[in-house]
T-cell receptor, first 110, second 114 residues
Framework: EPEVTQTPSHQVTQMGQEVILRCVPISNHLYFYWYRQILGQKVEFLVS????????KSEIFDDQFSVERPDGSNFTLKIRSTKLEDSAMYFC????????FGSGTQLSVL | DAKTTQPPSMDCAEGRAANLPCNHS???????VYWYRQIHSQGPQYIIH???NNETNEMASLIITEDRKSSTLILPHATLRDTAVYYCIVFPFAGGTSYGKLTFGQGTILTVHP
């Protein structure tokens, strides 16, 4: 069964460093998302992406965040200058009628 | 997005049916009812969705009341592996240029015990 693949599964970085989280959505899906979940909290929407552009973003998704779909298969989330509060599990999702989520990248900012 | 109300927690004995309720009294005519679950810290997993008819798949059944103001997810024979947080979400699948987003609440923590 096709699945959304995320790499790396764990990422440790120093505060102020740039990180790129990678996702390979399910082929033929049209809609792409990033969500995050801080430990013990709800799953929060970050951004949605359709037709090669952002269709919606949350207040969390500020100028430090960006998304790209550079080659038609990968979908990346970049955090330019990480902060301690960016530590969370980040989930990528893709879908058409229903969304499928990846297993996540655990980001730890020290 | 319309809001949903779910009990914070429920228990179920292994092998018995788990019936998880959800209220969505402000649901709009174009909004579907979706159910997802999250096992430990894994990514949310799609279970089932429906508009107004009852639905069944290999994982669960979804019963939607005639007025669409509430629904029940049924896991017919719960196992220990069904212990998870279950989310009921109403979502306007447009299928066009504005797909919308799933908004997760706190969900129901279902604990299946031996």
């Amino acid at each position: 069964e096709p699945e959304v693949t995320q790499t790396p599964s764990h990422q440790v970085t120093q505060m102020g460093q740039e990180v790129i989280l990678r996702c390979v959505p399910i082929s033929n899906h049209l809609y792409f998302y990033w969500y995050r979940q801080i430990l013990g909290q709800k799953v929060e929407f970050l951004v949605s992406f359709y037709n090669n552009e952002i269709s919606e973003k949350s207040e969390i998704f500020d100028d430090q965040f960006s998304v790209e779909r550079p080659d038609g298969s990968n979908f990346t989330l970049k955090i330019r200058s990480t902060k301690l509060e960016d530590s969370a599990m980040y989930f990528c999702a893709s879908g058409t009628e229903k969304l499928f989520f990846g297993s996540g990248t655990q980001l730890s900012v020290l | 997005d319309a809001k949903t109300t779910q009990p914070p927690s429920m228990d179920c004995a292994e092998g018995r049916a788990a019936n998880l309720p959800c209220n969505h009294s402000t649901i709009s005519g174009n909004e579907y009812v979706y159910w997802y679950r999250q096992i430990h810290s894994q990514g949310p997993q799609y279970i089932i969705h429906g508009l107004k008819n009852n639905e069944t798949n290999e994982m669960a059944s979804l019963i939607i009341t005639e007025d669409r103001k509430s629904s029940t997810l049924i896991l017919p024979h719960a196992t220990l592996r069904d212990t998870a947080v279950y989310y009921c979400i109403v979502f306007p699948f447009a299928g066009g240029t504005s797909y919308g987003k799933l908004t997760f609440g706190q969900g129901t923590i279902l604990t299946v015990h031996p």
